[in-house]
């Protein structure tokens, strides 16, 4: 039931986008791999939650280093070329030259627990809770061809504020999505 419904949600975005509507396909730029709808059901989690906040017509749009609003989950991070970002700490992967990236803040989750961050576009993800050592992840989840969604990235979380980095991006905008595990 949950497959069908991802798959009517997806087809539905696709024929908006293609007749002009709000919802468009999340990658701004960049060589993207051929649009299937039915790759948006193939993650190893649900993200359909993710897909709708991506397509949201009212997405904010938030400059590297500016803070997520715990109301909107969601957010288009516009990005910096990767030379320009000054990361508080260390890439845990060395980006690619002409990537992009960005740092994003996020107010102190209200419970400690398993949180995700999803991309609309490949890119790596790093967290840190004390601005200066990243935290491992405990899983992630990536497909090509999902019109809106990339890769999921889980992490175990306290009671601390957040900082994200993006880094490696091949464009200069990314959806972002932080959320609990559902």
Known sequence: MRRLAAIALSASLLALSAEGGQ???ARESGASPAADPAACTQFDWSLLREQAWFSAASLPRLDSGGTLAAAMP???????LQDAVAP???????PKPGSYGGVLHLEAPLAPG????TLSDR???????DGKTPR??????????CPMLAKSVRF?????PITLLV????????????????
Do not use: C, H, N
């Open 136 to 145: 491992p992840p405990t899983a992630s989840t990536m497909r090509s061809g």
């Open 156 to 160: 175990q979380l306290g009671t601390a």
């Open 23 to 25: 919802a468009q396909p």
């Open 167 to 182: 880094s490696g991006a091949p464009a200069d905008t990314i959806r972002i999505a932080v959320a609990p595990v559902e």
């Open 123 to 129: 890119a790596w993800i790093d967290v840190s809770q």
């Open 88 to 94: 508080p700490f260390a890439p845990s992967r060395e």
């Open 74 to 80: 969601a957010a288009i991070l516009v990005l910096k």
């Open 114 to 117: 398993a949180y995700q961050v």
